[in-house]
């Protein structure tokens, strides 16, 4: 059995976590931390866990914590692992990240865009992006996982295989995503309550959400340039769920434009052995219902005629793939288990 | 492995079974009847079950599914398995019916509150009422299972134990009840639009609901005289879950009435090493998002000594504990598996 | 043109509050008090009033505005005019108070049920419980106007009739309801985040919600004679609305029960002429969306022969008939002018 | 008074119309046509009108309609104005048409994108498309207007100022958009239905939306030449609502990309005197929640310097200033009052 630690238990990515690893059949978890409600039972928290899990939250001791697990899921702002990470650490136990501390490798810009100073940058190389279906081997031996963000996961691997193969002229890519409320976190904020948020429908961080410098960083080592792209997150009334509306410029191939069996053959190429990514066929698109509570994700496209552009649109779960799934799905490889071990589609 | 076939298999209570199914270890599903979607991919209309389930909605043909089912769950309208079954059928295959039509023991009953003729009341004596935590010994030795009503889980089990032992006037009982619109059905009528259900909520079947006699039949059972009682269901904005809300008037015991410490032995006396039923600790109160997509009942109560009356209150999800959850359970319970075998909580 | 100041203006029912006099023929508004967001412009907050309201919030400054303003509307957490208001500030300006200070006319009640010492406990005696078409005439000479509360308002138009006229045993009553989130305020409580709320329904406050002695006063008040009733709220996901159910066995009159007929004459002999109580037909109940955005009381009920009882249901628009809007119709009454001035259905 | 008759009066927008024009002051509503409902109490249907609006649904019939009406509304599907309108029948009576038939100038693309052969093609050059800002000099003197679009409303008014001072690439113009679920109509259609859509988003219409040459043929008579651009609607689970989020490359004015000065100006060029748009200051974006029960428009915009790109926002509600509002405004311009009559902010 793996003994997992989860940090920040009580945030819903880290309740997530707990969820996921509850039925997993290799996994015990041996601590839930959490600052806000330590010594709290968990499940008067979380009130679905009643009578499955009676433990109390226990505080965010990473040095103790490293002695008794084997992995350590960390679902924290952002800076919280950056300032308690040493290799000491790391020669105990491996990390799995879900904050963006480990994300990006260029520092400074990690310091622009998150507006806090990195406190171990000399950890961010030891650090491997945990896109599964992308960084698969390299996320078999590291010990420091940085778990991609939802709306990075949802965009990046929505546009990966065309920008790869140079189907798409990435400097025209722009990302339009959705997300469920979930994304907002679990603090008590006006801003977050149900009748703020309930019928209605905003955009955020226009032009300055931090998953941006994310996705360019990825998609611009597919591309192998450095692009920028622009990416506008809304905020919709739903708990969970991620849709990436995505638009680029096609490139012509031989002297015409790819045809949507080429756009189709490119993402097969890349995406047909994934057990986690499901291309819908012609005329289908994702819609996040389909995806809740599960770790795939649904891909479909459209080629517009008329202006030579794609539609390419993905969904994901913020909670499953977009965060805990995608947590446990990087901790399966990490292990050598099954890729979707404990991630299976169930009740 | 046990072959199950579903005849129904689209509506909202038949694509659940096929959810819990499809993760049954014990369970492969030969059949996924549709009358509706005959000859469709069962995942083009569920497309949560892309690349899982591949198989096309067949007709419903009883005659022939039942050589090639060891059990068939029928989630059809009432009065379709009462015009279909006969001894014949059922000495070929076991059945587990989630419509009404073998629940009520007086067909007269059934005949004036569903204002259909009963096709086959000879059969209702062969019948097992499917409240598992109360009729387990019956239900291993059945092959007609009547599954419960939603409302009527809820609501039976939430006042059981008082009813059984007494506690409270069971002429004194009125039950207020929530329900999310699956419970509505995925008919398409104008009533169930989103815009029509939505920021609303509503009283229906005030009076004439027809789980009414469920519950009456099944409480009055357990107190031993008949009697009748208030049943209010109410349409509100959510998906799924049921809350039930029961008032009753405490008896004296002894000259006294019943205290809370009273009334918590009697739940446990019946409950306390039911796997699906969470009685909860005093001052809390059942939640439906805690039981959503689970098999649980959850109960909490509080005696008011103001009008010496208790308040009972309990949540299930309507598709799982109130339908095809307890479905499984049941068919769990009638081909000797362990109960709670495909229904445990998880991702 | 009445001059109207708001203390609390930026809560949900002081936001109605301007929202209805914005429109209201009669009225300037003067003031908008927010100790929140003091100095902010009311419009950054609501923006909805962008360009229609241009106005900065004021500090509570209840000295000031007794001089500037005919009425004061406050929208205030309980304790906090009973904390400042006198004798002297009465004699300049009249007071609509949609707190729960002066509600209740026993000042024990109040201290029990709310747990706050009262600061002006002489006061009460001033004051006249602002249920329009119970206490027109009381209203038409106060200077201190005690705004009932939401739950209330509905529970007891809904029951008033029959109670008054001894139609049913007002100690069988029991009212259970259901209330939109806006009715939990617009405080950053984890509680009411939007997916805490979203896809749940739950009871609170049983047994002890503050509602309960405020409708036990009044229909005591309206039979002749005390007697303890059961209320339990639910929070549904919905931003609006405010559904009670009530219950109550049926009294012989003449040695008989009441018909349909009889109840329904009852009903008409209070409510005939009232603008904002709609009576609805035979097999129809009330649904909060026709009476969102409104001041109406929509009114239904059902006899239910198995077990003499009667089952009334009556919805309002939490915010509107159970705060602002009947705050609004109070003033008109008390300023002489038609009761539903500014008050009319519109867009 | 005005006289105005509503065909299709039980659908969302008509129902809507009949709304406004009840509280309209120069309005008297002469008729409430609905096939689907003939002879029904309208106030049965939209029980918010019970008491207010006493009418039965009317069959349609024009002939005779357009004796006793000054105005009519057809809030009806594509094909029914067309195929029933004549010269004779325009000679009588004036006509706001809320469906396609006379938005698009080319009858061939309606014919191309509606699939429906147009039965009055000779009409088509009679009609004025009402754009209330940007035609309304035309729309004075019209008999025969088209009324837009909701996604068309918002996407093009959101544009059309930069479009206008060229100070954006129309070919690289990408609009991305949300609506609520009222603009999928009141037909009984499954895929409406509460469950499928709740806690969920998804694209339709992808590529192919007919809402799409309409807005090109708007932003291209604005710049003078002919041009495609991509338009995806989504659905989110709200009733009300539509979210523009529109994408273009700024184009070099004098050498250099304009400043968000230069387009702020642009901007209150042509809307500064327009009570309906509200121009949002720097930082601030669109809400939906802020204009439902409104006719406003709301927009914000946001220059991008990594891509040289402008992100322009705007909301609007989709029953309102997307379809009856607006409908009910160019009635106000068709008839000399003044533009806001009877769609200004209130109860």
């Given at each position: 059995?793996?003994?997992?630690?989860?940090?920040?238990?009580?945030?819903?990515?880290?309740?997530?976590?707990?969820?996921?690893?509850?039925?997993?059949?290799?996994?015990?978890?041996?601590?839930?931390?959490?600052?806000?409600?330590?010594?709290?039972?968990?499940?008067?928290?979380?009130?679905?866990?009643?009578?499955?899990?009676?433990?109390?939250?226990?505080?965010?001791?990473?040095?103790?914590?490293?002695?008794?697990?084997?992995?350590?899921?960390?679902?924290?702002?952002?800076?919280?692992?950056?300032?308690?990470?040493?290799?000491?650490?790391?020669?105990?136990?491996?990390?799995?990240?879900?904050?963006?501390?480990?994300?990006?490798?260029?520092?400074?810009?990690?310091?622009?865009?998150?507006?806090?100073?990195?406190?171990?940058?000399?950890?961010?190389?030891?650090?491997?992006?945990?896109?599964?279906?992308?960084?698969?081997?390299?996320?078999?031996?590291?010990?420091?996982?940085?778990?991609?963000?939802?709306?990075?996961?949802?965009?990046?691997?929505?546009a990966?295989?065309?920008v790869?193969?140079?189907?798409i002229d990435p400097s025209t890519l722009i990302?339009?995503?959705?997300?469920?409320?979930?994304?907002?976190?679990?603090?008590?904020?006006?801003?977050?309550?149900?009748?703020?948020?309930?019928?209605?429908?905003?955009?955020?961080?226009?032009?300055?959400?931090?998953?941006t410098p994310?996705i360019e960083e990825q998609l611009s080592k597919a591309c192998g340039k450095n692009f920028n792209l622009n990416f506008?997150?809304?905020?919709?009334?739903?708990?969970?769920?991620?849709?990436?509306?995505?638009?680029a410029?096609?490139?012509?191939?031989?002297?015409?434009?790819?045809?949507?069996?080429?756009?189709?053959?490119?993402?097969?190429?890349?995406?047909?052995?994934?057990?986690?990514?499901?291309?819908?066929?012609?005329?289908?698109?994702?819609?996040?219902?389909?995806?809740?509570?599960?770790?795939?994700?649904?891909?479909?496209?459209?080629?517009?005629?008329?202006?030579?552009?794609?539609?390419?649109?993905?969904?994901?779960?913020?909670?499953?793939?977009?965060?805990?799934?995608?947590?446990?799905?990087?901790?399966?490889?990490?292990?050598?288990?099954?890729?979707?071990?404990?991630?299976?589609?169930?009740?």
């Open positions: 059995m793996i003994k997992a630690g989860i940090i920040g238990a009580t945030g819903y990515a880290g309740a997530e976590i707990a969820k996921i690893l509850y039925s997993h059949p290799e996994v015990a978890i041996v601590s839930y931390g959490s600052k806000s409600y330590e010594g709290e039972d968990f499940s008067e928290i979380y009130g679905q866990f009643r009578n499955l899990i009676n433990e109390n939250c226990s505080p965010d001791d990473l040095d103790a914590l490293v002695n008794k697990a084997d992995v350590i899921f960390t679902a924290t702002p952002q800076g919280y692992l950056a300032g308690k990470l040493t290799k000491e650490l790391l020669s105990k136990c491996k990390f799995i990240d879900l904050s963006a501390d480990y994300r990006l490798t260029d520092v400074d810009i990690y310091e622009k865009w998150y507006k806090i100073k990195h406190q171990s940058p000399d950890l961010i190389k030891e650090a491997v992006y945990g896109l599964c279906e992308i960084n698969r081997e390299q996320i078999k031996h590291t010990r420091l996982l940085a778990n991609p963000g939802c709306f990075t996961t949802c965009s990046i691997l929505t990966y295989p065309l790869k193969e140079g189907l990302i339009d995503a959705l997300s469920g409320v979930t994304g907002a976190g679990r603090g008590a904020k006006t801003a977050n309550l149900y009748c703020e948020v309930n019928e209605s429908a905003k955009p955020y961080g226009v032009a300055v959400h931090r998953h994310e506008t997150p809304h905020l919709v009334p739903m708990n969970r769920g991620i849709l990436a509306t995505e638009y410029s096609l490139v012509n191939v031989n002297g015409r434009l790819p045809s949507e069996k080429t756009i189709r053959a490119a993402y097969e190429k890349y995406y047909k052995d994934e057990y986690f990514i499901r291309l819908l066929p012609d005329g289908k698109y994702p819609e996040t219902k389909f995806v809740e509570h599960t770790n795939f994700v649904d891909i479909g496209f459209k080629v517009d005629p008329r202006t030579n552009r794609i539609i390419m649109m993905g969904a994901i779960d913020n909670l499953v793939k977009g965060a805990a799934g995608q947590a446990v799905q990087n901790m399966n490889i990490m292990f050598g288990l099954p890729e979707n071990t404990g991630l299976k589609f169930s009740v």
